[in-house]
């Protein structure tokens, strides 16, 4: 018994010793966070040639392993806490590379590693939110053909525009970098004035500051982390190679439930991505990902399949629009659609609530009062974001000038956008970015895409059967990066004030990874395009989002007539069920609304299946167990590990991709099939 208490007494110890070294070492962040304010380095020496080189090449890894997610499900993790963790890691190697060969070099500050995580993240945005797995490759033939070719009204020949670097890049360049001059005369009422939290760019900020803060222990046992999973998920990918002869072969193929589970997409497919990616999504994203699994693929395509020569014809393959495929493409479109008019609505009306209550207490002519309240951290945070000002006029030169451009530019590269409607998008384009940056400054929502989509709705009744589906969604493509690459900004300034960045190295980097990532994404995305069967609804790279962008459109000029028999009233039902789970949230307490599914994660498996729900789903179950087991050591590592396995299999992808347009092919094919 003695020796049992000594043990219990001996972790008991150890618990508390492990929080005194936390304590100290958060006391220690904000007492350095007061040295820091004294000797900030002016913003000419934040920027540095290594932070940039290190952005180049973080940027466009990133780059590669978002492409692969956006071309397979759709679903791409946040991935600013990689990019903070990957940029402390490289310059601290490389500095520590340097010392060994005798070679000194300048001190790593939090400014550079922000700069270095602001660049990547403006990156590898391009790649996620380019459209390159959405409007822009629902553009191309096969898309068309799989809305159902000439067969589906709407659905015209001449609506068809196939993939190409030069249109592609030439288009990103023009409706992405306009979005770095909306908000500059708004930074500092959004910022300081407003005090707008931003969560995620205030999550990075903590981050960063943290790497800064904590001392080399615990930032070595992160590195350590990192640098075990990705060898791990990197060698995994390797050996996987061996057994994909085919697409019908490999470790993917492996029935974890049994072949009849197998058939309706209940599998687990061993991809460490996934797995990854789940460990970072939160668990109601994970289990609402399963839970649309299970709705669609095992219940409800079963039972529509069985409706087959009532409800369709029988001969009808079931890839067709008017067959199961329609089912599966309109009930997704109906989720989203209810879950982004909800929360469109509900963000608009916060954002004016909040703006009109904010001009009634004057806030804006009180900034003494203001100070008066703020702490004296928080004041010379506000000093030095303000003290390295952007003047007002580069906003607007460059927002005019770039916005007259593209009004030049654009309708040659899509003539069916009238410049017309491209100079309307520009004028409201300003006060649609203001709207969803101070929404998502308050909510941490970015409601861009939805912004995109009633840009597409609308270009699409106002442009004609003819013209109207890919002036669709060339002008959904229009909005919806002007708007995003705002709030991404907006938010990378709130990460700026917290580690007191400079606003110019803020907008100068963001700038520099734009430019990379118009550059670096059209060139992953061929690399996939050649490579792989993009788009096939039976292989690996279903990019399912560009045929539901494609069906937008043609919903958008065609009307309710594209839809299959009875299909348009389970469309009503989803729309009604998404808007109302919503309500549910808003209205119930805490406890039961936090277990309120997402109708958007849902969408998703009901039109490529759940196999990589489970995947997500294992990494879910990773977390919550690790939490459960050490909740200090979990907080601290599972970032660093889930990045580790998400950037492991995704590297591997470029050597596979290569392998693949050399013609060689793997030596082994796995497969299982039933006993005869």
Known sequence: MNNVESESEKKKKKKE???EEELTTVLDGVNNDDEDLKRVQPWNKQITVRGVI???????????IAMKLNLTTGITPNLNASAALLAYIFIKAWTKLLHKIGMVSAPFTKQENTMIQTCVVACYSIAVGGGFGSYLLGMNIKTFELSGGRSTEGNTPSSIKEPGIGWMTGFLFLVCFIGLFVLIPLRKI?????KLTFPSGMATAVLINGFHTRGDKMAKKQVRGFIKSFSMSFLWGFFQWFYTATEQCGFSQFPTFGLQARKQTFYFDFSLTYVGTGM???????LSLLLGAVLSYGMMWPLITKLKGDWFPSDMPESSMKSLNGYRVFISIALLLGDGLYNFVKILRITIVNVHSRFNAKNLNSA???NEEKGLSDVRQDEVFVRESIPMWIGAVGYVTLAIISVIAIPFIFPELKWYFILTAYIFAPSLAFCNAYGAGLTDINMAYNYGKVGLFTIAAMSGKENGVIAAMAACGLFKSIINVSCILMQDFKTGHLTLTSPKVMLLSQAIGTALGCIVSPLSFFLFYKAFDIGNPDGEFKAPYAIIYRNLA???????SALPQH??????GF???AIGINLVKDISPKRIGKWMPLPTAMAVPFLIGGYFAIDMCVGTAVVFVWHKINPNKAELMVPAVASGLICGEGIWTLPASVLALARITPPICMNFLPAK
């Open 280 to 286: 970072i999504c939160s668990h109601i994203v994970n």
């Open 54 to 64: 290190a952005s180049i090449l973080i940027g466009s890894i990133f780059s590669v």
């Open 575 to 577: 729309f009604a069920f």
């Open 554 to 560: 043609i919903i958008g000029v065609q009307g309710f």
């Open 567 to 572: 299909c348009l009233q389970l469309c009503y």
């Open 17 to 19: 010793i492990e929080r």
């Open 368 to 370: 003494r009062g203001a």
């Open 190 to 194: 959004l910022i300081i004035d407003y």
